[in-house]
T-cell receptor, first 111, second 117 residues
């Protein structure tokens, strides 16, 4: 059974810092891994999708890496801004097209 | 492209009534849709997998008679919470599989906040 864990659970940083969010999964037989952002009381916004055959994806200040063999993915946020404050979720696409979500990292960027 | 529309975004209902949530794929055919539930400060938990034209597959611990799922067409899946109770208050969100898991992944609806009073 796939289990997805995210560390840290919460993070508070001053504006401008570069930061790394971690995601680990127990079953390396994934189809892809996706990072989402969720604002309070809102739905999900897809940030980056990494195919199982890829090592990383980049979008603006965001970079996500994937290491299937070690069961890890990281989301790197450069030059953080207060607008980046949200909960970040990773989700592993594994088995019959289902997504298993991580526990989330609540990020607060202080102005 | 690849938009999933979910309605309503918020609903408040009285205990004992039923609530229907709709999830529509607007510009693609979704053979498979997924329904998730999120309790406050927790992550999303998969409730069931909905396949067009067949019965939904429910995850362990999810009551199929309470959470009725219908996927009658390739663009519409509905989740009906029957005889809702306050403990059913949660954030429900659907996801559609876009038919090519290697490159397109999944797209999510905007979610429905259900409050049972």
């Amino acid at each position: 059974k796939q289990e997805v864990t995210q560390i840290p659970a919460a993070l508070s940083v001053p504006e401008g810092e570069n930061l790394v969010l971690n995601c680990s999964f127990t079953d390396s037989a994934i189809y892809n891994l996706q990072w989402f952002r969720q604002d309070p009381g809102k739905g999900l916004t897809s940030l980056l999708l990494i195919q199982s055959s890829q090592r990383e994806q980049t979008s603006g200040r965001l970079n996500a890496s994937l290491d299937k063999s070690s069961g890890r993915s990281t989301l790197y946020i450069a030059a953080s801004q207060p607008g980046d404050s949200a909960t970040y979720l990773c989700a592993a696409g594994s088995g019959t097209y289902k997504y298993i979500f991580g526990t989330g990292t609540r990020l607060k960027v202080l102005a | 492209g690849a938009v999933v529309s979910q309605h309503p975004s918020r609903v408040i209902c009285k205990s004992g009534t039923s609530v229907k949530i709709e999830c529509r794929s607007l510009d693609f055919q979704a053979t498979t849709m997924f329904w998730y539930r999120q309790f406050p400060k927790q992550s999303l938990m998969l409730m069931a997998t909905s396949n067009e034209g067949s019965k939904a597959t429910y995850e362990q611990g999810v009551e199929k008679d309470k959470f009725l799922i219908n996927h009658a067409s390739l663009t519409l899946s509905t989740l009906t919470v029957t005889s809702a109770h306050p403990e059913d208050s949660s954030f429900y969100i659907c996801s559609a599989f876009m038919g090519d898991r290697g490159s397109r992944g999944y797209t999510f609806g905007s979610g429905t906040r259900l409050t049972v009073v």
